[in-house]
């Protein structure tokens, strides 16, 4: 640990979300920053311990948490963490859920001065309301909101986009993969060889691995990319006059075949996917043989104002075929500036480890 950050106070933070990324967030803390950040409260979907004056440490938080016998209670919550920033605490609420409910709270969290720290894409791709509400309630109090993971999980996709802004230059386009899920699977099911893995089969790995959202049909909708499209396009001035529309306002190709779309369980979904790979394996023959791969793209296009999330095709030697690997994100930065080279941020971009990387250094950002 650098000698400022053991020198800086403490700060207060609360954990809502101890899934994959929660619980490898809570163990970073607990391993690289214990004496600088103090967690207070930890909230699964069942329990919740209120940790004030307990030594929490990687081996113990979760039987602390299972064993506490009290129901979570946002509201409580709310209201003890208020009272502690009105003491002069610097109090963090970190959101590591995907839950709409939790994200209608971020302009509470912050009119009452709590920072808001999150991966969950919800708030900043819902409708145009919510959206303005955090941002005013966050000016008006000075509390602050930071979501990089919410874009290519730990990579600096937000920051370096606002960066780009901030210094004046002028964003044209922004294109790339931009889901990680995506990214596996077309990684591994179209290739330049002819044939494959099944689709069922990638997607499974995929779920397995961690990259998928909770139900992967959220991802296998598209829906996950045109969120991030919208978070994205609200940080470009030239699309955000007006603010943009919401996730669902963005020109989306669905691969969730029709007759699984109501499925809202996501063992059922994954146990019927094998019932369509006859269909998508003649998608990757359709493209092989035009010598070309499958990929799933986003675009914000600022000078034709176009948003998508799509499913493309690209020649064997074409980057997005060759560069990627892995759950693999990349995002190519068209500005002014760059000219006719863009701006390229890429790396994994979904997975337990870079993602709570990502909203710890949000953290330190903060600090
Ligand atoms: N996994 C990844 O690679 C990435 C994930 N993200 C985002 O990070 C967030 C977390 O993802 P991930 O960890 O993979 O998902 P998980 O499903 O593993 O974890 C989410 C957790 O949130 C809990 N939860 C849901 N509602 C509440 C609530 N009201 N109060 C407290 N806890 C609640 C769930 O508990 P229970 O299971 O009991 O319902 C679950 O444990 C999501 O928003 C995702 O989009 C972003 C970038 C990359
Ligand atoms: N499900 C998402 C997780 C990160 O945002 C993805 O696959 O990219
Ligand atoms: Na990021």
């Known amino acids: 640990m650098s000698p400022a950050v053991a020198a800086a106070p403490k700060c207060l933070v609360a954990v809502i979300g101890v899934g994959l990324v929660g619980t490898e967030f809570v163990n970073q803390i607990l391993t690289h920053l214990p ?51 009105k003491q002069g605490h610097k109090v963090v609420v970190v959101d590591n859920t995907s839950s709409d409910a939790v994200a209608a709270l971020y302009p509470q969290f912050l009119k009452e001065g709590l920072n808001v720290i999150t991966p969950n894409k919800r ?46 230059d002028k964003v044209k386009k922004v294109e790339g993969v931009f889901s990680g899920t995506m990214s596996y699977i077309f990684n591994n099911f179209s290739t330049s060889q002819a044939g494959g893995p099944s689709f069922s089969s990638v997607v499974t790995i995929a779920r397995e691995k961690g990259y998928t959202e909770p139900h992967p049909a959220d991802d296998l909708n598209g829906a996950d990319v045109a969120r991030k499209v919208t978070i994205l396009s609200r940080c470009i001035p030239a699309l955000a006059s007006g603010l943009p529309r919401g996730y669902k306002d ?12 109501e499925i809202t369980s996501g063992d059922e979904f994954i146990a019927r996917l094998p019932e369509f790979d006859n269909h998508f394996a003649s998608m990757r023959k359709t493209a092989h043989d035009k010598q070309k791969v499958i990929r799933y793209v986003g675009v914000v296009d600022v000078d034709k104002g176009e948003m998508k999330a799509s499913v493309e ?30 701006l390229i941020v890429q790396g994994a971009g979904a997975g337990a480890a870079v993602t709570a990387m990502g909203v710890l250094s949000d953290l330190l950002k903060l600090l």
């Open 35 to 85: 004496s600088f950040v103090k967690i207070v409260a930890l909230s699964s979907s069942k329990t919740w311990l209120n940790s004030s004056n307990a030594d929490l440490t990687p081996a113990n938080w979760r039987s602390a948490l299972s064993t506490s016998g009290i129901k979570p209670d946002l509201n409580t919550l709310l209201s003890q963490l208020s009272e502690k920033a």
């Open 250 to 261: 963005v020109n989306t190709t669905s691969l969730v075949p029709s007759q699984l779309a």
């Open 123 to 168: 708030a900043f791709s819902a409708d145009q309301s919510l959206y303005r509400e955090i941002v005013e309630s966050s000016q008006l109090s000075g509390a602050r909101f930071l979501n990089e993971s919410t874009v290519g999980a730990g990579l600096p996709v937000i920051s370096t986009l606002k960066d780009l802004v901030a210094t004046g």
């Open 313 to 342: 095709n690209y020649p064997f030697d074409h980057p997005f075929a060759t560069a990627l690997g892995g759950s693999d994100n990349i995002f190519m930065f068209h500005t002014e500036r760059y000219g006719a080279r863009p």
